[in-house]
């Protein structure tokens, strides 16, 4: 099949609080070849085996490459312009940023070539920008999205999404 025809897929973790060892068995049973981090602070108090050092050692070592691309692709951006008058980041504005759509090309460019996973602390994409922004920007460019949920299982974007809009519609008619 041409390049062109080939269809683009990635997929999503949230590291949670995993053991470093579960996490990198998790990312072997699913053949990632490249962690993409999009944390914008990669570290955690709580997690230390997570914080952006240990974790891109220890991926190292498991023989998986690690791309930090936080500074693109995190959920919590520099400029002032990407959040609302409240102080709430608007992942609207965040999308229309250079920095984010060259950070999308790269990754892009990426994904063409080896099996990438992006990685974020939160276990539940719906409760994360890989989903509520990264995911819908890539399905926007014809890139199938699978999220690795905590058991290692996967979870396809447009399900997540049908599902949410079920809990929308579930809402609004309980009003």
Known sequence: MPAEEQS?????IG?????????LGILRQHGVEVLVDVRSQPYSRFSPQFSRRALEQAVTEASIRYL????????RPEPRDCYDAE???????VEEQVFYQRGIERLLERIARSRVCIL????DPRHCHRH???ARTLVRRG???MHVRGTGALEAEADLCAN??????ALFTKA
């Open 68 to 75: 930090f691309m936080g500074d693109s692709l995190g959920g």
């Open 15 to 23: 590291h949670s609080r995993h053991p470093i060892d579960e996490l």
């Open 87 to 93: 102080g709430k980041v608007d992942y609207d504005r």
């Open 164 to 169: 949410d809009l079920d809990r929308q519609l």
């Open 143 to 145: 890139v199938e999205v």
């Open 120 to 123: 974020c602390a939160e276990e």
């Open 8 to 12: 683009l897929s990635v997929l999503t």
């Open 132 to 134: 509520l922004l990264v």
